[in-house]
Nanobody
Framework: QVQLVESGGGLVQAGGSLRLSCSAS????????MAWYRQAPGKQRELVAG???????DYAESVKGRFTISRDNAKNTVYLQMNSLKPEDTGVYYC????????WGQGTQVTVSS
């Protein structure tokens, strides 16, 4: 069982930056593939970025060059650095952990104003 808690969301102006954090309850965190998803009102949840236990990363085309996912296994935490934010980045951002099962956090709201 893994419990995930997201933090770092908020309100920013277009062009600004935010850094999201996701803290896991398990000390075997390093074994999990971690990812960030987001969902805007009336839209499907979409994958934003992922990182394997080996450090390989993957990004949605819409965020390439602007977002960076990273992990600190000693702190059981995964991060999402978001730069050059656009209004279309607005949504609830969810942390996901995957191994033999899938685990989700409750989400953190990101709002980008024009």
């Amino acid at each position: 069982q893994v419990q995930l808690v997201e933090s770092g969301g908020g309100l920013v102006q277009a062009g600004g930056s935010l850094r999201l954090s996701c803290s896991a309850s398990r000390s075997d965190f390093s074994m999990y593939t971690m990812a960030w998803y987001r969902q805007a009102p009336g839209k499907q949840r979409e994958l934003v970025a992922g990182i394997t236990r080996g450090g390989t990363t993957d990004y949605a085309e819409s965020v390439k060059g602007r977002f960076t996912i990273s992990r600190d296994n000693a702190k059981n935490t995964v991060y999402l650095q978001m730069n050059s934010l656009k209004p279309e980045d607005t949504g609830v951002y969810y942390c996901n952990a995957a191994l033999s099962n899938l685990y989700w956090g409750q989400g953190t709201q990101v709002t980008v104003s024009s």
